[in-house]
């Protein structure tokens, strides 16, 4: 995995860190500046709920071409020279009561028309190609086919030897579920819970293997974790936007790009959680595969789809 990041993403001597107190603090020195940037350049935001491989969750979504790199973070989580050189860091605590789809909404409101993109440390985005295209070309292709939002995939990673890597996560020695995915229909309340068009809930990963020791609500693994900010668009507590368009897996023609979210996030809250951490002595199983870090793994699995992007 380190071996993916080129030296362009090392240290730098003589860039200035950039740290800030708060969101308030990063919009009023900042926002100004990011409305000047180039709108094909879609910004990432990395929220931070752990030290688990922030810096390289932070140095893959800088090697994709994302730039700015926003993290937000508590104060004790600490940084490699070189991510807190070419990154800027917001003093954020994502464990507060909807904290996340607030922070998201409010850089949509400031940010119109550029694309946009949000995770959690310890989680690697992946598009088809994503080797040899920059993230800005993927989405130029997908705005182009008149989509102003992509849906993702969170497929999760695992460590294969919880005795080496207690707390699930080892980028050497990543797991992935090859079969055992499913999508349902998303009922529609104001619609009698009629199936909402072109709108699927997904399910798998660990999620379903352990469904037991996760709420209802967080069973899902889909994200729209691409968009192009909107003013007056909000995030929801549940990955989807305010806007249905924004939900929708595909347009109406043929089938659009989708992408995948390789995420340690639910292995590490399983091993975290007292309720199901002594009962789980390992995450692999027969339909286990060695996670390959390569999107043409992901592509051969079904896991996303390069619609008509070739």
Known sequence: MRALFPESLRKTPGEKRMQYSGLDEFLKR?????????????????????????????????QLG??????FMAPHLTLAP????????????????????????????????????????????FYPFCETRSIAEMLAFHSEERRDAMLTYVIDLYAGDLGMAPNAVSLDDAWLDR??????????????????????????????????HIPVARRKIDRIALFRAEKGLALRGD??????KYNTYACPWHHNLTAAIASFRTAKALKRNPGSS?????????????????????????????????
């Open 30 to 62: 900042e926002a100004a500046e990011l409305a000047k940037a180039p709108a094909g350049t879609p910004v990432a935001m990395i929220f931070c709920e752990d030290q688990a491989e922030v810096d390289t969750t932070a140095r893959h979504h800088m």
């Open 66 to 71: 994302f730039a700015p790199v926003l993290l």
């Open 82 to 125: 070189d991510v807190a050189e070419r990154t800027k860091r917001i003093d954020f605590d994502p464990h507060a009561e909807d904290a996340v789809p607030r922070a998201v909404t409010r850089m949509s409101a400031v940010l119109p028309g550029r694309w946009m993109y949000y995770c959690y440390n310890a989680e690697f985005l």
């Open 179 to 212: 079969s055992g995915y499913y999508a349902l229909a998303r009922p529609d309340p104001a619609r009698g819970n009629h199936p909402k068009e072109r709108q699927l809930d997904f399910f798998g990963g660990l999620r379903w293997r352990f469904e037991e």
């Open 239 to 244: 990955h989807t936007f305010s806007d249905e």
């Open 278 to 310: 002594d009962g789980i002595s390992s995450f692999r199983w027969h339909n286990s595969a060695r996670f390959e870090w390569h999107s043409r793994q992901l592509l051969d699995l079904g896991l996303m789809e390069p619609g008509q992007w070739f």
